[in-house]
Nanobody, 124 residues
Framework: QVQLVESGGGLVQAGGSLRLSCAAS????????MGWFRQAPGKEREFVAA????????YYADSVKGRFTISTYNAKNTVYLQMNSLKPEDTALYYC?????????????????WGQGTQVTVSS
């Protein structure tokens, strides 16, 4: 069974940085797509970034492009989201997601497996 556990959230001032981690277990993830999504209070969940574990091709929402970086660390089955130049509008619950069908997941931004989320709060 796929398990995704996020960590690294917290409170940071605008302009600051945080690195989120997602520890993945239960499968061999080499053919998976991994993603980060976020949901702010009163808003729908939105796509933030994604990566093909094999090959490392990355995808970003326009709102975070140039500020956020998604990466994987194969030895630890971990996915990271480095977030720089944070803004108050980045405040949200951030979720890690995984899907074995990389092509479909990345095309439709639809993922089968989800973590519980980690809260990021950016103060102005």
């Amino acid at each position: 069974q796929v398990q995704l556990v996020e960590s690294g959230g917290g409170l940071v001032q605008a302009g600051g940085s945080l690195r989120l981690s997602c520890a993945a277990s239960g499968r061999t993830f080499s053919n998976y797509a991994m993603g980060w999504f976020r949901q702010a209070p009163g808003k729908e969940r939105e796509f933030v970034a994604a990566i093909r574990w094999r090959g490392g091709v990355t995808y970003y929402a326009d709102s975070v492009k140039g500020r956020f970086t998604i990466s994987t660390y194969n030895a630890k089955n971990t996915v990271y989201l480095q977030m720089n130049s944070l803004k108050p509008e980045d405040t949200a619950l951030y979720y890690c997601a995984a899907d074995p069908d990389s092509d479909y997941a990345l095309r439709a931004k639809t993922f089968a497996y989800w973590g519980q989320g980690t809260q990021v709060t950016v103060s102005s």
